[in-house]
């Protein structure tokens, strides 16, 4: 079992700056992809940005050039500086984690962080 820990978020003006942070925990597994991902009443879950074991990222576009996420091995933290904040980066942002335990795959999902950024 692998536990995800957000932080961060929170509310901020726009062209402001946030960082939200995922920490996974947990015995005898290793990440596969961890990111984020984020939702808006009524919509569906969509991918923000994610990085791979190689530390690849890959980001939505509406994201690129603003945001960044980056990765505390180490830790096994995930982090997405989110830069010049708009009124439609409003949403509760997820973390995902795709983790190896032994010949296994699985796939676990954070609490959720609401950003809020009035327009």
């Known amino acids: 079992q692998v536990q995800l820990v957000e932080s961060g978020g929170g509310l901020v003006q726009a062209g402001g700056s946030l960082r939200v942070s995922c920490a996974a925990s947990?015995?005898?597994?290793?990440?596969?992809?961890m990111g984020w991902y984020r939702q808006t009443p009524g919509n569906q879950r969509v991918l923000v940005a994610t990085?791979?074991?190689?530390?690849?990222?890959n980001y939505a576009d509406s994201v690129k050039g603003r945001f960044t996420i980056s990765t505390d091995n180490a830790k096994n933290t995930v982090h997405l500086q989110m830069n010049n904040l708009k009124p439609e980066d409003t949403a509760v942002y997820y973390c995902?984690?795709?983790?190896?335990?032994?010949?296994?795959?699985?796939?676990?999902w954070g609490q959720g962080t609401q950003v809020t950024v009035p327009s």
């Open positions: 995902k984690a795709i983790v190896r335990i032994r010949q296994y795959t699985y796939q676990y």
């Open positions: 947990g015995s005898d597994f290793s990440i596969k992809t």
């Open positions: 990085v791979d074991d190689g530390a690849n990222p």
